[in-house]
Nanobody, 119 residues
Framework: QVQLVESGGGLVQAGGSVTLSCVAS????????MGWYRQAPGKRHELVAT???????NYADSVKGRITISRDNAKSTVLLQMNNLKPEDTGVYYC?????????????WGQGTQVTVSS
């Protein structure tokens, strides 16, 4: 059972930057993809970004150009670099990992880290 631990959240002013880190307790080579969701108050969770083992990335339209996801397989780490933050980026950010199986992919989730962007 792999555990995902997020860190790096906090309070930041609009226009600022923050980097979220997700560290897995084991190898992440088998996870495709890994990424981040966020949950804003009163809103449905939103897929923010994903990254494959080979480094291919996808982003939500709302964060394109401001957020970069990266993955270090050797360090079992996924980073989410967020720049030019906006108040609407406020929410709890969850790291996730998906492991393909013969049937339904198995998902792993972190506990979440709060990001609050003040205007």
């Amino acid at each position: 059972q792999v555990q995902l631990v997020e860190s790096g959240g906090g309070l930041v002013q609009a226009g600022g930057s923050v980097t979220l880190s997700c560290v897995a307790s084991g190898s992440i080579l088998g996870f495709n993809p890994m990424g981040w969701y966020r949950q804003a108050p009163g809103k449905r969770h939103e897929l923010v970004a994903t990254v494959t083992p080979g480094g291919d990335t996808n982003y939500a339209d709302s964060v394109k150009g401001r957020i970069t996801i990266s993955r270090d397989n050797a360090k079992s780490t996924v980073l989410l670099q967020m720049n030019n933050l906006k108040p609407e980026d406020t929410g709890v950010y969850y790291c996730f990992a998906e492991k393909p199986t013969d049937y339904v992919p198995r998902e792993y989730w972190g506990q979440g880290t709060q990001v609050t962007v003040s205007s």
